[in-house]
T-cell receptor, first 113, second 115 residues
Framework: GENVEQHPSTLSVQEGDSAVIKCTYSDSASNYFPWYKQELGKRPQLIIDIRSNVGEKKDQRIAVTLNKTAKHFSLHITETQPEDSAVYFCAASMEGGADGLTFGKGTHLIIQP | KAGVTQTPRYLIKTRGQQVTLSCSPISGHRSVSWYQQTPGQGLQFLFEYFSETQRNKGNFPGRFSGRQFSNSRSEMNVSTLELGDSALYLC??????????????FGSGTRLTVV
């Protein structure tokens, strides 16, 4: 089955700086890669996703890049703000498949004032 | 429109008991998935239901089961509870598990504590 590795487990950045979280996946059949943000005590919320037919997707301060050959994808957050502090999870799945999402272990992003 | 609703929010059970958790998906969503979240193992896939059929099941023992009703509401059941079953159980709904829209919306979860 699919295996997703996520790094780093904790990331501390100064407010205003950029943050990058990286994930690798093992199953070349995976073609859907969402990112979720989970604030303390709250549910995971989808912040951006990318499908394997594109290499990059942006939404304001958030971007995701995908390298299918290397089987890795990354989340980029620019101009970080205090409200960006949360745990971020990457995931991989095959659209139309029935194995659900395979999640990375999460990255605790801390924004230092 | 209303989001994904999970009940109850909190549960405390004793080892050996069984428990049933409920999930109502977003109106119009036909796919419901269940995930277990623990500090050590993170988010792990339990099973997915679509049109009342279980499409697949993650690597969990047979004590974990579920079902989906004709109105897309889903329940999961855990029998013979063990201390290690203590976790946040999250339900996620999506429009169609076979189409291009694979986005999942999560509920707030049920926090199960086994003592």
């Amino acid at each position: 089955g699919e295996n997703v590795e996520q790094h780093p487990s904790t990331l501390s950045v100064q407010e205003g700086d950029s943050a990058v979280i990286k994930c690798t996946y093992s199953d070349s059949a995976s073609n859907y890669f969402p990112w979720y943000k989970q604030e303390l005590g709250k549910r995971p919320q989808l912040i951006i996703d990318i499908r394997s037919n594109v290499g990059e997707k942006k939404d304001q301060r958030i971007a995701v890049t995908l390298n299918k050959t290397a089987k890795h994808f990354s989340l980029h957050i620019t101009e970080t703000q205090p409200e960006d502090s949360a745990v971020y999870f990457c995931a991989a799945s095959m659209e139309g498949g029935a194995d659900g999402l395979t999640f990375g272990k999460g990255t605790h992003l801390i924004i230092q004032p | 429109k209303a989001g994904v609703t999970q009940t109850p929010r909190y549960l405390i059970k004793t080892r050996g008991q069984q428990v049933t958790l409920s999930c109502s998906p977003i109106s119009g969503h036909r796919s419901v998935s269940w995930y277990q979240q623990t500090p050590g193992q993170g988010l792990q896939f339990l099973f997915e239901y679509f049109s009342e059929t279980q499409r697949n099941k993650g690597n969990f023992p047979g004590r974990f089961s579920g079902r989906q009703f004709s109105n897309s509401r889903s329940e999961m059941n855990v029998s013979t509870l063990e201390l290690g079953d203590s976790a946040l159980y999250l339900c996620a709904s999506s429009l169609d598990s076979t189409g291009l829209n694979r986005g999942y919306t999560f509920g707030s979860g049920t926090r199960l504590t086994v003592v």
